[in-house]
């Protein structure tokens, strides 16, 4: 175990130019599910071992309802610098647990206001056309026997016209059959498990976007169309009402306009495929597959010397 408990907690700390490489060189639905799968995996392994270093720390506590012998020095010594990082890991980890469930519960909080939103609208309608002058628009992903909706105002539909509006909606049905809303709620859980992991969320955001622009450009059969749509409906959008965050957890943020835009204009990426490694785009997966890789290997050397270690000392 030794100080490799401490790797998956410290390779969060590479999120950073992996995440600016795959949103830049990769297509974006490859670097949307790349850097999801990578922050998940790096925020379950974190916060395993903080788990691990919590079960040596709450040993040491007077007190504590667990066995006598996982305070042994066997016990002890499978873990550096126990008494301050096994004692720090306890409100850690239990800052994690509370941040995830805040989380969680903001998410279902406002995906139950969108719906009430809609209240006495046609449950069978694929869209719902709000009787609002301000103008948004964003995707409404089915919950229980709901189906999924794009939920768009009348002042968003009178203020486009009709190629952009076909576009708007392309962009938002492109979220709801890629289920963005699932990528972005855990990334948001990841970067809530470990800061590091903040740039991931922001990527993933950002990459999301450019997924459901890029098929809206392939249903719209006009890239300059989607730019225009994009950029306008940003430029009037307004936030909807009794939704706050529904954007940002079911795929309805606008994200970086300029950069959407401009990657709008110009040509189509390149269908997914393995980089190179010699690419900045090989660089990125490769990146993340040996940094995810190193800290499950880490995390499940350090899970299985510590639960050999406890049943060592736990008297049968």
């Known amino acids: 175990m030794g100080v490799f408990v401490f790797l998956p907690l410290l390779l969060p700390l590479s999120a950073w130019p992996v995440a600016r490489l795959a949103a830049h060189r990769l297509h974006p639905r490859a670097a949307t599910r790349l850097l999801t799968v990578f922050a998940v995996v790096l925020a379950v392994c974190s916060t395993l071992c903080l788990a691990l270093l919590m079960v040596v720390g709450t040993a040491q506590l007077p007190g504590n309802p667990l066995p006598d012998g996982w305070s042994d020095p066997e016990v002890r010594a499978a ?23 805040h989380a969680v519960a903001r998410h ?7 719906e009430r939103a809609l209240a006495g609208l046609p449950g069978r309608c694929s869209v719902a056309v709000l009787p609002d002058p301000a103008p948004y628009a964003y995707a409404l992903p089915g919950w229980g026997r709901r189906k ?7 002042g968003m539909l009178g203020s486009l016209g009709p190629a952009e509006r076909r576009a708007v909606f392309a962009h938002e049905r492109a979220h709801l059959t890629a289920r963005h809303h699932r990528h972005l709620l855990a990334v948001q859980l990841a970067a809530r ?21 890029e098929e809206a450009a392939a249903a719209v059969g006009s890239r300059r169309t989607v730019a225009r749509a994009v950029a306008r409906a940003a430029l009037i959008a307004a936030p909807a009402p009794r939704t706050g965050a529904l954007a940002h957890v079911s795929g309805g943020g606008a994200g970086p306009v300029p950069r959407r835009v ?55």
């Open 193 to 213: 498990a470990n800061p590091f992991l903040r740039p991931l969320r922001t990527a993933v955001a950002y990459t999301a976007e450019r997924w459901a622009d």
């Open 79 to 101: 873990v550096p610098y126990d008494e301050i990082a096994g004692r720090a890991a306890i409100p850690a980890l239990g800052a994690v647990l509370v941040a995830c469930l």
């Open 148 to 154: 999924d909706r794009v939920v768009v105002s009348t």
């Open 108 to 114: 279902l909080g406002v995906r139950r206001r969108a």
């Open 262 to 316: 401009a990657a709008l204009l110009g040509p189509a990426p390149a269908r997914p495929a393995w980089p190179p490694l010699c690419t900045a785009a090989g660089m990125a997966v490769w990146s993340a597959a040996v940094g995810a890789t190193l800290s499950a290997l880490s995390s499940a050397n350090s899970a299985v010397t510590l639960f050999l270690v406890l049943r060592a000392a736990t008297p049968m």
